[in-house]
């Protein structure tokens, strides 16, 4: 099993930062990618980003291309999500999920609330 724990969103203005960070416990040894979806009222869940623990290749969404920077802490077992020039846009309830690459991305987080206000 693993868990992880989604921490740092909040209430931001149009063009401010936040860092999300997830921490994972349990069998981490597992983990191959973790990626960062979010889901926004009324829309479907997206893909954000992802990152591979190994390699660290980096995936983005169009949409955040360029405002948002995705890295991990192997040794803590840990990524962060840094966005910058927020739009309100982003507003969305953000999770973190891990992929064993034996059943996908299986586990997730609780999730974390983003608000950008204009």
């Known amino acids: 099993q693993v868990q992880l724990v989604e921490s740092g969103g909040g209430l931001v203005q149009a063009g401010g930062s936040l860092r999300l960070s997830c921490a994972a416990s349990?069998?981490?040894?597992?983990?191959?990618?973790m990626g960062w979806f979010r889901q926004a009222p009324g829309k479907e869940r997206e893909s954000v980003a992802t990152?591979?623990?190994?390699?660290?290749?980096?995936y983005y969404a169009d949409s955040v291309k360029g405002r948002f920077t995705l890295s991990r802490d192997n040794a803590k077992s840990t990524v962060y999500l840094q966005m910058d020039s927020l739009k309100p846009e982003d507003t969305a309830v953000y999770y973190c999920?891990?992929?064993?690459?034996?059943?996908?991305?299986?586990?997730w987080g609780q999730g974390t609330q983003v608000t950008v206000s204009s």
């Open positions: 999920a891990a992929d064993d690459r034996i059943g996908g991305y299986r586990y």
């Open positions: 349990g069998r981490t040894f597992t983990m191959y990618r």
């Open positions: 990152i591979t623990w190994n390699g660290g290749d980096t």
